[in-house]
């Protein structure tokens, strides 16, 4: 029987192709609307946290923090304690850390200013380079992924040593060696606090997207570029009366849960810093700052699929006018079916099929049209990132994909809408009496 009607209602929409199409049309605009909103907001939810991990996402920040006053009296005479030696986060601490969580941690990244300076050549004074000397641990290159080019990377061995050795950019290396093979020499950088000597052992690969556009306004020779020299090299130059570190980043395994990694981090300092009683540690991670983005972006998807969704209401409007109409123009037929045996819910049924039928082949329509459409914007978000902001798209991760559970919600709400909008007309047809219906004209 169910069989039988869902033909009848094919055959009915086919009568009348175009009638159905106009029929159909808020229900699909509501149906395409609702996918193409969804799917761009779930692609920028996946987009943001995937470029996010890949450009750090996945990584704890750790800063040691003082301890602070926990009553009124004591915040009046309080002053930000001076740290000390053993206040700052040790090498061995970290590698502690290390080896108490192998799966989740796996090395430290960290840097600190030293100066700016200018790399001289004493044989021509034409031949220069602007640098910004950073030390770093030998993990920072892989956090902010940057790739050696030549040579090699700075080492643990470079940092426990404090040796005098540096990686340098590609760009420096163009503009102040040439054709020359930069590693192993040694160059000569003078800052506002004196001159240090370095020798090259790499060369990385200059990233615009990492250090800021370049200023075209200045020479390609007078722009400064970042030189990397090992992290306790920049203290022992500076002077400073320390070896560990006050501020740095985690690198976190990649299939490991940041959440909990970020828990037993503070768990592991909590009770490396208990009888610190002026300093402690606070760690943090992106995650946390998806978590309320992600949140915002849905906030905003539904409530905006809920205003397109609206069209759903005009379309149901628009199955239910035209059902009225249908029975209208049928009532010879509902009376001669009635007249040979047909009872009224058998009636009923067939017209709540039809807007059934009607309301799904909109909601089919509707999602294919969304999904199109939300294809076609990834390529063109595709298009406009490689060609407007080329310097990024290597870190930006496009994810753009139709949402499933949207899908299977507009059809479900499609097949509603026609239950819904449908029964009316179809009660009134079930309605009527045989002898109306055979006298109709």
């Not at 061995?92 to 700016?116: H, R, V």
């Not at 007249?339 to 329509?365: D, N, S, Y």
Request: aromatic share 10%.
């Amino acid at each position: 029987m169910i069989l039988e009607n869902i033909k009848e209602a094919f055959a009915s929409i086919l009568s009348n192709k175009m009638r159905s199409l106009l029929t159909m049309l808020g229900i699909i605009i509501g149906v395409s609307s609702v996918i193409i909103i969804t799917t761009i907001g779930g692609s920028i939810q996946s987009t943001l946290t995937a470029t996010l991990n890949s450009m750090g996402g996945n990584m704890i920040s750790v800063y040691v923090q003082a301890r602070y006053p926990e009553t009124e009296e004591d915040w009046a005479t309080w002053t930000y304690p001076d740290m000390r030696e053993e206040d700052y986060v040790s090498q061995e601490m970290i590698d502690g850390l290390i080896a108490a969580y192998p799966d989740e941690i796996t090395g430290i990244a960290a840097q600190n200013y030293l100066g700016s300076g200018q790399v001289k050549d004493e044989a021509d004074a034409d031949i220069y380079a602007n640098v910004s000397i950073n030390g770093i641990t030998p993990e920072y290159l892989s956090y902010m992924k940057l790739k050696i080019r030549r040579g090699r990377n700075l080492t643990a061995e470079d940092n426990a040593g404090r040796k005098r050795v540096c990686v340098i950019a590609d760009t420096m290396v163009k503009n102040y060696f040439g054709d020359s093979n930069p590693i192993g020499e040694q160059i000569s950088v003078a800052t506002e606090t004196g001159v240090f000597d370095f020798v090259v052992v790499g060369v990385y690969e200059y990233n615009q997207a990492l250090f800021g556009r370049v200023d075209v306004t200045v020479a390609e020779k007078d722009r400064s570029t970042e030189m990397m020299i090992p992290l306790q090299t920049c203290f022992k130059l500076q002077g400073k009366d320390q070896s560990g570190y006050e501020y740095f980043n985690l690198m976190v395994a990649p299939l490991a849960d940041v959440e909990k990694a970020t828990a037993d981090v503070i768990t592991y300092f909590e009770e490396v810093y208990s009888r610190n009683d002026k300093f402690n540690i606070y760690a943090y991670n992106m995650a946390s700052d998806m978590g309320m983005i992600n949140t915002v972006i849905n906030v905003i998807t539904i409530a905006v699929s809920g205003i397109a969704a609206i069209s759903l209401i005009v379309g149901g409007v628009g199955v239910m006018n035209i059902m009225l109409v249908s029975i209208t123009e049928r009532t010879r037929e509902i009376g001669v079916r009635m007249a040979l045996g047909a009872k009224r819910g058998t009636i009923r049924m067939q017209f709540v099929i039809e807007a059934i039928v009607l309301c799904l082949i909109g909601g089919m329509i509707g999602v294919t049209i969304g999904i199109a459409v939300g294809a076609l914007l990834g390529q063109i978000a595709g298009f406009v990132i490689q060609n407007m902001y080329a310097d990024y798209s290597s870190y930006i991760i496009m994810d753009v994909h139709p949402s499933g559970q949207a899908i299977i919600l507009s059809m479900f709400f499609s097949m509603l809408t026609g239950i819904f909008f449908g029964y009316y007309p179809a009660n009134k047809a079930a309605k009527m009496e045989v002898i109306d219906a055979l006298r109709y004209e």
